[in-house]
């Protein structure tokens, strides 16, 4: 019998890496521990990594780099069952080496990892208008 897979909600991360509510960081911590051991599997959403990565940065102030590397860390954890894993380190890494927001480096991503082309007004991405 396959393990259930939970998804997890952003206020879980938020908590895990901000620690600002005592009772929060306790059980958030717990889940990522269990996480990193692999005893439970959950599963990121790219909305989810999104909404953290802006709450993070934005909210909070933390320095991009810093939230980068942290949401990395997480999505390496041995109970991370992403799909679409090497997605998001790639979004991560653009943004870390860009100045472009996070959907728009999920796009260049997916062009890059998936062959697939963009159509878009911002110069951020690659057009391709050959239909």
Do not use: W
């Amino acid at each position: 019998m396959k393990n259930m897979v939970y998804l997890i909600d952003t206020n879980i991360i938020i908590r895990f890496l901000v620690g600002d509510h005592a009772g929060h960081l306790a059980q958030s911590s717990a889940i990522f521990e269990r996480v990193e051991k692999g005893e439970i599997e959950i599963h990121i959403l790219e909305s989810v990594a999104m909404e953290a990565f802006f709450v993070l940065t934005e909210f909070y102030k933390i320095p991009k780099e810093e939230v980068i590397n942290d949401l990395k860390r997480i999505l390496s954890l041995e109970g991370v069952v992403n799909d679409d894993k090497l997605i998001l380190f790639e979004t991560l890494s653009i943004i870390e080496n860009k100045n472009i927001d996070f959907v728009d480096a999920l796009l260049c991503a997916r062009q890059r990892l998936q062959g697939v082309k963009i159509l878009s007004f911002d110069n951020d991405v690659k057009n391709d208008f050959t239909l």
